[in-house]
């Protein structure tokens, strides 16, 4: 644990250096990549010779036995993160992004057929991506179901696509939650 709190503090140095340097994409990229070379990746090393040392004298069936396997058996995984600076160092946001979809896991049960459950995921997909784009969930199915019986080739289908549509009417109001 003393390793990723050292690692999440410098991630956090980066991203306060990004907003207080208000740097582009590619230049932030740089700067991570940078900063995870000189700073994270020493840490990294230091950890893998750890492992390396520990795990043969820790019982596997043990829970830091497993701990240590899982680390080594995914090394390359868990420190791609300091080669690449477009990757980020966790996977919270995606555990944050698919949480609704667990969550609404249990609710799959009760779906009569297997052509329920499409039908629920892509409504899911479609309220998730109208949040991802900024939009209100509500307003922009309203916009898209008043549009769809007018919809007769593939072309006006595209339109109603988040990245297409009229966003000023459907775009959620600043002070309201996501």
Not at 21 to 28: R, V
Not at 59 to 68: C, I, M, N, R, V
Request: proline letters at 4%; aromatic letters at 12%.
């Amino acid at each position: 644990m003393k390793v990723y709190r050292k690692l999440y503090k410098i991630e956090r140095e980066i991203k306060d250096d990004k907003k207080r340097q208000k740097l582009t994409p590619e230049k932030f990229y740089q700067l991570c990549h940078k900063t995870r070379q000189e700073k994270s990746k020493p840490i990294m090393m230091e950890f893998k010779i750890w492992l390396d040392k520990n795990h043969p004298t820790t019982l596997p069936e043990s829970t830091l036995g497993k701990a240590l396997y899982y680390a080594l058996r995914h090394w390359n995984g868990l420190t791609r993160f300091f080669e690449d600076g477009r990757l980020e160092f966790d996977n919270n946001l995606t555990e944050q992004q698919i949480k609704p979809v667990v969550i609404a896991r249990k609710n799959f049960l009760f779906c009569k057929s297997i052509n329920g459950v499409k039908a629920v995921c892509n409504h899911m997909t479609l309220i998730r991506t109208a949040i991802e784009h900024g939009f209100d969930p509500y307003r922009y199915y309203v916009k898209i179901l008043k549009k769809i019986p007018n919809c007769q080739i593939l072309e006006d289908y595209e339109k109603l696509l988040p990245w297409n549509i009229e966003l000023e009417k459907v775009k959620k109001a600043k002070n309201q939650a996501a």
